[in-house]
């Protein structure tokens, strides 16, 4: 979808509210209080059962809806999913789609567009825009971005 802003898409309030949980979440393994899981799907990202998600990861704050999650998947430290991508030409927000059993490792980044299936392996560092993995794939991380197919 291309927008002329994220005003017109999600208003002021909402993404306020969302940095607001997500920045909480991301201390909460050190606190042990609440699950943080259920805050994130408080906010609207679709979240499986067993889904491990480290220190630091940023979800988007503008459409956090726009995030899915398969079962049994493992998101490793300041992993990013971007739901949204803004450029001086033009204004884009798409989906997220992640499967089950998906390893992704530290400092990835997942722009919109992505779907990632299941049993899939984003190695440390990959770059990821309107990409659709196949089931049981890795990914090379950093300047090597690239498919492996099993």
Known sequence: ?????????????KPLFNAGLIELSKYLPYLGVIDKNKLYKLIGIDMGEDVTVAPRVQ????????ISIGDKTIIG?????WTHNFTQKYNEIG??????EVLISSDVV???GTVIGDG???NYGA???????PDGAKVLGREKSRVIYK
Request: hydrophobic letters at 45%.
């Open 1 to 13: 979808m291309l927008f002329r802003s994220y005003k017109d898409a999600y208003g002021n309030l």
């Open 59 to 66: 979800f988007d704050y503008l459409a956090p809806s726009l």
């Open 77 to 81: 430290d300041g992993a990013k999913l």
């Open 95 to 100: 989906i997220i789609q992640i499967g089950n």
């Open 110 to 112: 997942i722009g919109p």
């Open 120 to 122: 899939a392996e984003i």
């Open 127 to 133: 770059v990821l825009h309107h990409q659709r993995i």
